[in-house]
């Protein structure tokens, strides 16, 4: 069963940068796309950004890009959010997710972490 565990959330300031991390376990990490979502409060979860399971294939939101950076670390199993440049309607809580394909996850994960807090102050 595949596990995906986010840390590096916290407190940033506007304009300053932030990474983010997914540990996933479970499976063959090369075989997923890795992806990441986020979601105010009172807010629907939104679409971040995605990378797919070679590496080849990058997605962004149109709010993040140019900002925001996803990666993937085959030696570590892990997905990263350098977030740089934040702003305060950045803060959210952010979900790393994860699925067989980048369309596959924009769509509807297969799996979910739990979840990490990001809080942008002006």
């Known amino acids: 069963q595949v596990q995906l565990v986010e840390s590096g959330g916290g407190l940033v300031q506007a304009g300053g940068s932030l990474r983010l991390a997914c540990a996933f376990s479970?499976?063959?990490?090369?075989?997923?796309?890795m992806g990441w979502f986020r979601q105010a409060p009172g807010e629907q979860r939104e679409f971040v950004a995605a990378?797919?399971?070679?590496?080849?294939?990058?997605t962004y939101a149109d709010s993040v890009k140019g900002r925001f950076t996803i990666s993937r670390d085959g030696s570590k199993n892990t997905a990263y959010l350098q977030m740089n440049s934040p702003k305060p309607e950045d803060t959210a809580s952010y979900y790393c997710?994860?699925?067989?394909?980048?369309?596959?996850?924009?769509?509807?994960?297969?799996?979910w972490g739990r979840g990490t807090q990001v809080t942008v102050s002006a």
């Open positions: 479970g499976s063959t990490f090369g075989l997923y796309a």
């Open positions: 997710a994860a699925d067989y394909s980048t369309i596959q996850l924009r769509e509807d994960p297969r799996y």
């Open positions: 990378v797919s399971g070679s590496g080849g294939t990058i």
